[in-house]
C-alpha cells in the first residue's frame, strides 16, 4: 500500500464519523467510536480467517506453503498470481536471468506483449522482478513465480514472506504480567479485554476437560473467581481503584469540553479551537420535523392579505380590476416568451 492510498483510506473513514465543523469534545468521542469500529472490523477479518480452510487451486508446494502462513484475503490474491503464471513463457537471457512476457492469442489480431526481466540466484534465495510488485504489494509476482518453477525452486523463502500479511501478525505485541495482552483503563479497549479474556477462556476449557481431577478443580475456582468478580464489579467506582495505580505506560488523559487539566497546580480549561468556514461547504441547517418539511407554505393576497387565494382570485376585489389583473399578467408572459 503506497502513502496516497493510506492517506485516502484514512480520510474516507474519517468523514464518515467527522467533518469540519466538529467540535473537541465531539472529536474524541467520535475517534473512540473510529476505534472501536476499527478493532470490530479486525475480530471479524480474524474470524473469518481461522473460519476453516481455502481451497487450493495447483498441487504446488509452493500454494500449500502459502495457504499455511498467509491470511485468506492474502492468499487468493497469491493464488490468482499462480493462475496468471500459466499465461506467460520465457527465455533465459544469461545466467540466473530471464525475461518472460506474455502468450499470444491467435484470436486477437493485434495484442500487446508485456515482457519482465527476473533474476534468480537459487544459492541465495533471491528473486528479483522489475515489475516491483513484491515492493509494492508484498507478495511474489507470477513472473518471478514462473522462473521458481523452472530452477526447481518449491518454497517461499522467508525473507519474501512479510509478517504484516501472516496468521501470525498480531503475535509480538506486549504482555502483561498474566501473559495477555497489555490494555489500559478505557472505553474503547473493550474489544481488546474481550479478545484476551476470550483466548485465556479457551486455553483453561482445553485444559480443564482433559481429566476428571482437573475439571473439579477448575469448576471449584471457577466458581470462586466469578464470585469475586462480582463483588468487584457491584463496588462504587471510588473503591474500584484509580488511574492512578495502573502502569504509566497505560495511563492516559481524556479531554473533553469541560475538562480541567491539573498543570503546575494551576486549573487551565480547555476550551474548543475557533471554528473555521470551508470554502464551498454551507452552513449546517437545523434538522427540521417530517411535519414542518411536509408543511406547504399557504399563498397570502395582496388585496386582502388573507391566505388560501391570490389576487387573481380575489373575490373581494371588483371584476373589472380582477380582468385588468389577468390581461396584463397575460401580455406580460406573452412578451417575455418572444423576447
Known sequence: M????RSEGMNALSKIFLDSHTS???FVIQFEKIVSSRYKKEDEEEFKMKDGEATLWTLDPIEERAREVYTKKVFADFRDQLKVLTGYRFVE???NTFKVFSIEKPSISKQRIYSYIVIVDKD???VSC?????EFAGILCAHA???MHFIGIHYISKKYILKRWTKEAKSGTVLDSVGIVAVGESSNNQAQWLQAVSLQCQKFIYETTKN?????MGTEKLKSIIEELSTINQEPESQKGSKSDLNPSHQQIFISQTSHVNANSEKQIVKDPPQSQCKGKGKPQRLKPPAEKNAKKSRTCANCQKKGHNIKTCKELPKNVANFVLDSSDSYKESKGTS
Open 212 to 216: 476428571y481431577k482437573a475439571y473439579t
Open 145 to 147: 513465480l514462473k522462473v
Open 124 to 126: 541465495e534465495d533471491i
Open 93 to 95: 537471457v544469461e545466467k
Open 24 to 26: 473537541a469534545y465531539k
Open 130 to 134: 522489475n515489475c516491483k510488485m513484491f
Open 2 to 5: 503506497s502513502t496516497s492510498q
